[in-house]
């Protein structure tokens, strides 16, 4: 297929090496993870040494709960870049262009009605959802507030993003994440050390970083990329695109809303073991995302890729994209699991310095990456049905996943000779649960009818 966008401005997936194709454009993404990862290290940071630990702990609270309402928006904005992907593969510019202009309408009214409930919400959910402390209470509420009002900048930018990724570009994304990363450092620190805002200063730096992220890759696209010609018609509300959207993106939404949900339930039964097992669960965690970012960066561009092939009805791409992506996948986890039992200890050392704690910290990093293959499974299956436009799938692996993080730990750690190890080895019962799913979902014929 000769696509008539500009290769300067995009990256057709439907011709061309795969493994090469994947690598190319999954580069910028795990710089970008990279990059999103320190930004939000850097905020802590902040909170805990120019604030005080109110601040942090205040930050910390809200965490969940926030990125419950940001899940919603990128879950969004995900099935948004596929369909835009899927137009692309097949040589639609009107079509890719009509998605565009719709997605804005819907984004910006979903992310304003979503950004007031939760701020309006912040206080009965922080007081009797999650029990806030009372000492950190007015500036969890402020925070959450502040941020959820801040929404639809942070909605936008990941919209924008995603639909530059559906035509195969990367690495424009990739330049304004970083300066969102550093917008958002330096407003950090004038805001809470020259301003003294406190807690409200972080959220106001976060959202005015993406705000302004936003608003400069939207006005980048309009200008340099001729996807962002429009023309009168492009602005006409189409039905169609609509529904397929909110079906597409509301399941991914509802996806990512359920996963979130499940941590905010999970942290009830971590806090129940004490200081040393939420610290040794919250230093696990972060290695894991590190770890768990490659393999998301491997599944988004599957997405893109699959969606493009299945755009220009080219099924072998799509069977051979998932035979590349589970060689691929396989590859780093089977690198990556004896790494994590040599160095687990180093790398507990290199977040805190109690003995208890990297001790705790070690085994259950050995636990967590016995099972990075049926994880990988998860990303590369689920990377080629979100591409296909798979609505039942992540409604299902969200459900799967949901019900895992929350049935398993309750009864894993009540187990006498588990205790809090069942914290652990439920995550990982947990993946091999949803990658079986998730294999036996892409081997099914179902969803390939009408596509390939």
């Known amino acids: 297929m ?20 994947l690598i190319s454009f999954m580069v910028p993404m795990m710089i970008g993870n990279i990059f999103q990862q320190f930004y939000n290290i850097v905020d802590t940071i902040i909170a805990g040494k120019f604030i005080d630990s109110n601040a942090l702990a205040a930050v910390g609270s809200t965490g969940h709960i926030t990125n419950l309402f940001f899940a919603l928006g990128n ?24 998605t565009i202009t719709n997605a804005f309408f819907m984004v910006s009214a979903t992310s304003i009605f979503v950004g007031c409930l939760g701020a309006s919400l912040s206080r009965p959910v922080l007081i009797y959802g999650l029990k806030t402390p009372d000492e950190i209470l007015e500036s969890s509420v402020i925070y959450m507030s502040v941020t959820c009002i801040g929404f639809i ?10 639909i530059m990724r559906g035509i195969g570009d990367s690495k424009t994304p990739l330049y304004f994440l970083i300066v969102s990363s550093f917008l958002n450092i330096l407003m950090d620190l004038a805001f809470v050390i020259y301003f003294d805002l406190g807690v409200k200063g972080l959220a106001i730096a ?38 397929k959207c909110y079906t597409l993106g509301g399941s991914m939404a509802l996806q990512s809303g359920l996963i979130a949900l499940s941590f905010v339930i999970l942290q009830r039964v971590i806090n129940s073991f004490g200081a040393v097992v939420i610290a040794a669960f919250t230093t696990t965690s972060k290695i894991e995302n590190l770890v768990n970012m490659q393999f998301k960066a491997l599944g988004d561009s599957l997405s893109t890729y699959s969606g493009q092939n299945i755009g220009a009805k080219k099924g072998d ?33 290199v977040f805190v310095n109690e003995p208890e704690v990297i001790a705790f910290g070690k085994t259950a990093m050995r636990i967590l990456s016995s099972f990075y293959l049926p994880l990988g499974t998860i990303y590369v299956c689920r990377g080629i049905l979100n591409g296909a436009g798979d609505a039942k799938f992540p409604l299902i692996s969200g459900i799967s996943e949901m019900v895992g993080r929350v049935i398993f730990p309750a009864f894993f750690c009540s187990l006498p000779f588990l205790g809090a190890w069942g914290l652990w080895i439920s995550t990982g019962i947990t993946w091999t649960i949803v990658g079986v799913t998730a294999f036996i979902r892409y081997h099914q014929k179902s969803w390939r009818k009408g596509l390939f």
């Open 206 to 243: 976060t959202i005015t970083a993406q705000a302004l992220s936003a608003a400069l890759s939207i006005g980048y696209a309009l200008l340099k990329n001729p996807v962002f010609k429009f023309k009168k018609k492009d602005f006409v509300l189409d039905k169609n695109i609509i529904i």
């Open 317 to 349: 791409r799509v069977k051979k994209g998932y035979r590349v992506g589970m060689t691929m996948m396989g590859t780093y986890a089977l690198i990556m699991i004896p790494l994590m039992w040599i160095f687990g200890d180093f790398l507990m050392r």
């Open 153 to 162: 900048g942070t909605a936008l930018y990941n919209t924008i993003s995603y």
């Open 2 to 21: 000769a696509n008539p966008i500009p290769k300067k401005y995009s990256k057709d997936m439907t011709n061309g090496d795969t493994f090469s194709l």
């Open 75 to 98: 879950g969004l904005a995900t099935g948004i870049g596929i369909i835009v992907s899927q137009f692309f593969g097949s040589g639609d510019k009107d079509g890719v262009r009509k």
